[in-house]
Protein backbone atom coordinates (compact mmCIF):
# COMPACT_ATOMS: atom_id res chain seq x y z
CA UNK A 1 0.00 0.00 0.00
CA UNK A 2 1.03 3.67 -0.71
CA UNK A 3 2.87 5.86 2.17
CA UNK A 4 0.01 8.57 0.97
CA UNK A 5 -3.71 7.85 0.78
CA UNK A 6 -5.94 8.82 -1.78
CA UNK A 7 -9.60 7.39 -2.67
CA UNK A 8 -9.36 5.07 -5.29
CA UNK A 9 -12.14 6.90 -7.10
CA UNK A 10 -13.97 10.38 -7.58
CA UNK A 11 -16.51 11.50 -10.23
CA UNK A 12 -18.43 14.41 -10.95
CA UNK A 13 -20.43 15.99 -13.60
CA UNK A 14 -19.50 18.20 -16.47
CA UNK A 15 -19.33 21.97 -15.22
CA UNK A 16 -18.71 21.03 -11.26
CA UNK A 17 -16.23 21.32 -8.90
CA UNK A 18 -15.00 17.71 -7.43
CA UNK A 19 -11.84 17.07 -4.52
CA UNK A 20 -9.13 14.77 -4.60
CA UNK A 21 -7.75 14.32 -1.04
CA UNK A 22 -3.84 13.03 -0.08
CA UNK A 23 -3.89 11.86 3.62
CA UNK A 24 -0.27 11.52 4.87
CA UNK A 25 1.32 11.32 8.52
CA UNK A 26 3.95 13.01 10.81
CA UNK A 27 7.03 12.01 8.59
CA UNK A 28 6.01 13.34 5.57
CA UNK A 29 3.23 16.19 4.91
CA UNK A 30 2.91 16.60 8.48
CA UNK A 31 6.40 17.30 9.19
CA UNK A 32 6.45 20.09 6.53
CA UNK A 33 6.72 18.84 3.35
CA UNK A 34 5.47 19.76 0.03
CA UNK A 35 2.87 18.40 -1.64
CA UNK A 36 2.87 17.97 -5.74
CA UNK A 37 -0.06 16.32 -7.94
CA UNK A 38 0.08 14.71 -10.65
CA UNK A 39 -2.25 13.87 -13.68
CA UNK A 40 -1.85 10.63 -16.07
CA UNK A 41 -3.64 9.91 -19.11
CA UNK A 42 -4.48 6.43 -20.44
CA UNK A 43 -1.27 5.04 -21.62
CA UNK A 44 0.74 8.48 -21.18
CA UNK A 45 3.64 9.07 -18.78
CA UNK A 46 2.29 11.38 -15.70
CA UNK A 47 2.42 15.11 -16.33
CA UNK A 48 3.00 18.24 -13.43
CA UNK A 49 -0.23 19.71 -12.17
CA UNK A 50 0.67 21.47 -9.15
CA UNK A 51 4.04 21.70 -7.34
CA UNK A 52 4.67 23.17 -3.86
CA UNK A 53 1.19 22.52 -2.48
CA UNK A 54 -0.39 25.31 -4.80
CA UNK A 55 1.50 26.60 -7.68
CA UNK A 56 0.69 25.93 -11.23
CA UNK A 57 3.22 25.05 -14.16
CA UNK A 58 2.36 27.55 -17.00
CA UNK A 59 -0.57 26.23 -19.11
CA UNK A 60 -2.45 24.63 -16.59
CA UNK A 61 -5.34 26.02 -16.09
CA UNK A 62 -6.74 28.11 -13.11
CA UNK A 63 -9.50 25.48 -12.61
CA UNK A 64 -7.01 23.09 -10.77
CA UNK A 65 -5.60 24.47 -7.33
CA UNK A 66 -3.71 22.74 -4.32
CA UNK A 67 -4.06 23.43 -0.96
CA UNK A 68 -1.95 21.39 2.15
CA UNK A 69 -3.07 21.42 6.10
CA UNK A 70 -1.33 19.47 8.61
CA UNK A 71 -0.84 15.82 7.43
CA UNK A 72 -3.01 16.01 4.76
CA UNK A 73 -3.09 18.12 1.16
CA UNK A 74 -6.22 18.55 -1.33
CA UNK A 75 -6.49 18.62 -5.07
CA UNK A 76 -9.33 20.58 -6.41
CA UNK A 77 -10.92 21.25 -9.61
CA UNK A 78 -13.74 23.23 -10.92
CA UNK A 79 -15.86 23.31 -14.06
CA UNK A 80 -15.35 20.11 -14.98
CA UNK A 81 -14.59 19.13 -18.52
CA UNK A 82 -14.42 16.10 -20.35
CA UNK A 83 -11.03 16.37 -21.04
CA UNK A 84 -10.26 15.75 -17.05
CA UNK A 85 -10.75 12.19 -16.80
CA UNK A 86 -7.41 10.87 -15.86
CA UNK A 87 -5.57 9.46 -13.09
CA UNK A 88 -4.25 12.00 -10.63
CA UNK A 89 -1.69 11.45 -8.24
CA UNK A 90 0.09 13.31 -5.56
CA UNK A 91 3.98 13.18 -4.21
CA UNK A 92 5.67 14.39 -1.00
CA UNK A 93 8.94 13.40 0.78
CA UNK A 94 9.12 10.27 3.67
CA UNK A 95 11.97 11.20 6.70
CA UNK A 96 11.19 7.84 7.48
CA UNK A 97 11.92 5.71 4.89
CA UNK A 98 15.89 6.34 4.79
CA UNK A 99 14.73 9.57 2.79
CA UNK A 100 12.00 8.62 0.33
CA UNK A 101 10.35 10.42 -2.25
CA UNK A 102 6.89 8.56 -1.55
CA UNK A 103 3.38 9.01 -3.92
CA UNK A 104 -0.41 8.29 -3.11
CA UNK A 105 -2.11 5.30 -4.72
CA UNK A 106 -3.65 7.73 -7.57
CA UNK A 107 -7.39 8.32 -8.02
CA UNK A 108 -9.74 7.84 -11.03
CA UNK A 109 -11.48 10.89 -12.02
CA UNK A 110 -14.54 10.16 -14.26
CA UNK A 111 -16.22 12.75 -15.49
CA UNK A 112 -20.28 11.79 -15.94
CA UNK B 1 13.11 22.61 -22.70
CA UNK B 2 14.42 19.57 -21.28
CA UNK B 3 12.98 16.43 -23.00
CA UNK B 4 13.95 12.59 -21.90
CA UNK B 5 13.46 9.82 -24.13
CA UNK B 6 14.16 6.46 -22.89
CA UNK B 7 15.21 3.30 -24.38
CA UNK B 8 12.67 0.69 -26.23
CA UNK B 9 10.73 -2.28 -24.42
CA UNK B 10 12.37 -5.58 -22.78
CA UNK B 11 11.16 -8.69 -22.23
CA UNK B 12 13.29 -10.26 -19.69
CA UNK B 13 13.47 -13.90 -18.20
CA UNK B 14 13.27 -14.39 -14.30
CA UNK B 15 16.44 -13.81 -12.27
CA UNK B 16 18.10 -11.89 -15.52
CA UNK B 17 18.84 -8.10 -15.06
CA UNK B 18 17.53 -4.99 -17.76
CA UNK B 19 18.98 -2.00 -18.04
CA UNK B 20 17.04 1.52 -19.15
CA UNK B 21 18.76 4.05 -20.51
CA UNK B 22 17.12 8.09 -20.93
CA UNK B 23 18.44 10.39 -22.89
CA UNK B 24 18.21 13.75 -22.09
CA UNK B 25 18.49 16.99 -24.56
CA UNK B 26 18.24 20.45 -23.48
CA UNK B 27 19.17 21.74 -20.56
CA UNK B 28 22.65 21.00 -18.65
CA UNK B 29 22.41 17.61 -17.77
CA UNK B 30 25.06 17.70 -14.57
CA UNK B 31 22.90 19.76 -13.13
CA UNK B 32 20.03 18.09 -11.96
CA UNK B 33 18.67 14.91 -10.23
CA UNK B 34 17.05 12.30 -12.44
CA UNK B 35 15.02 9.87 -10.75
CA UNK B 36 13.63 6.92 -11.77
CA UNK B 37 9.68 5.62 -10.64
CA UNK B 38 8.05 2.65 -12.20
CA UNK B 39 4.18 1.58 -12.42
CA UNK B 40 3.15 -2.31 -12.64
CA UNK B 41 0.06 -2.74 -14.66
CA UNK B 42 -2.87 -0.93 -13.35
CA UNK B 43 -0.92 -0.15 -10.12
CA UNK B 44 0.17 3.46 -8.57
CA UNK B 45 4.02 5.08 -8.81
CA UNK B 46 7.07 4.11 -6.78
CA UNK B 47 10.07 5.83 -6.61
CA UNK B 48 13.32 3.47 -7.07
CA UNK B 49 15.74 5.97 -6.75
CA UNK B 50 17.68 9.18 -8.22
CA UNK B 51 21.26 10.13 -9.13
CA UNK B 52 22.92 13.12 -9.66
CA UNK B 53 25.31 13.30 -12.68
CA UNK B 54 27.76 16.11 -11.22
CA UNK B 55 28.18 13.64 -8.59
CA UNK B 56 27.72 10.62 -10.02
CA UNK B 57 26.09 8.65 -6.90
CA UNK B 58 22.85 7.18 -6.78
CA UNK B 59 20.57 6.70 -3.90
CA UNK B 60 18.08 4.24 -3.62
CA UNK B 61 14.56 3.11 -1.95
CA UNK B 62 15.20 0.93 0.73
CA UNK B 63 12.93 -1.62 -0.78
CA UNK B 64 15.59 -1.67 -3.90
CA UNK B 65 18.40 -1.73 -2.21
CA UNK B 66 20.99 -4.09 -3.55
CA UNK B 67 18.97 -4.79 -6.92
CA UNK B 68 19.21 -1.62 -8.27
CA UNK B 69 21.50 0.80 -9.85
CA UNK B 70 21.98 3.92 -11.27
CA UNK B 71 24.24 5.59 -13.30
CA UNK B 72 25.12 8.69 -15.27
CA UNK B 73 26.75 9.25 -18.32
CA UNK B 74 27.54 12.99 -18.13
CA UNK B 75 29.20 12.12 -22.22
CA UNK B 76 26.22 11.60 -23.70
CA UNK B 77 23.35 13.00 -21.32
CA UNK B 78 22.10 9.73 -20.38
CA UNK B 79 21.20 8.07 -17.04
CA UNK B 80 21.00 4.53 -16.73
CA UNK B 81 19.21 2.47 -14.44
CA UNK B 82 19.65 -1.40 -14.04
CA UNK B 83 17.69 -3.88 -12.10
CA UNK B 84 18.49 -7.39 -11.33
CA UNK B 85 17.57 -10.44 -10.11
CA UNK B 86 14.28 -10.01 -11.64
CA UNK B 87 10.87 -11.67 -10.79
CA UNK B 88 7.45 -11.22 -12.36
CA UNK B 89 6.61 -8.26 -9.70
CA UNK B 90 8.87 -6.26 -11.98
CA UNK B 91 7.02 -6.35 -14.79
CA UNK B 92 6.16 -2.64 -14.68
CA UNK B 93 6.19 0.81 -16.84
CA UNK B 94 9.92 2.34 -15.85
CA UNK B 95 9.89 6.26 -16.26
CA UNK B 96 12.70 8.52 -15.87
CA UNK B 97 12.10 11.74 -15.04
CA UNK B 98 13.97 15.07 -14.15
CA UNK B 99 13.75 16.71 -10.31
CA UNK B 100 12.94 20.30 -10.37
CA UNK B 101 14.35 22.09 -6.93
CA UNK B 102 13.31 25.29 -5.58
CA UNK B 103 14.51 27.91 -2.93
CA UNK B 104 11.63 27.41 -0.41
CA UNK B 105 9.85 24.19 -1.30
CA UNK B 106 11.06 20.50 -0.33
CA UNK B 107 10.93 17.86 -1.49
CA UNK B 108 12.04 18.09 -5.56
CA UNK B 109 9.08 17.59 -8.02
CA UNK B 110 9.15 15.85 -11.72
CA UNK B 111 9.04 17.30 -14.73
CA UNK B 112 9.35 16.65 -17.47
CA UNK B 113 8.98 12.85 -17.28
CA UNK B 114 10.39 10.22 -19.94
CA UNK B 115 8.20 8.36 -22.18
CA UNK B 116 8.20 4.96 -20.21
CA UNK B 117 9.62 1.74 -21.21
CA UNK B 118 7.58 -1.04 -20.29
CA UNK B 119 9.35 -4.22 -18.97
CA UNK B 120 7.40 -7.50 -19.17
CA UNK B 121 9.68 -10.70 -16.85
CA UNK B 122 8.46 -13.54 -17.61
CA UNK B 123 9.60 -17.44 -18.46
Known amino acids: QSVLTQPPSVSGAPGQRVTISCTGS?????????VHWYLQLPGTAPKLLIYGNNNRPSGVPDRFSGSKSGTSASLAITGLQAEDEADYYCQSYDSSLSGSWVFGGGTKLTVL | QVQLVQSGAEVKKPGSSVKVSCKASGGTFSSYAISWVRQAPGQGLEWMGRIIPMFGIGNYAQKFQGRVTITADKSTSTANMELSSLRSEDTAVYYC????????????????WGQGTLVTVSS
Open chain 1, 26 to 34: SSNIGAGFD
Open chain 2, 97 to 112: AREIAAAGTSPNWFDP
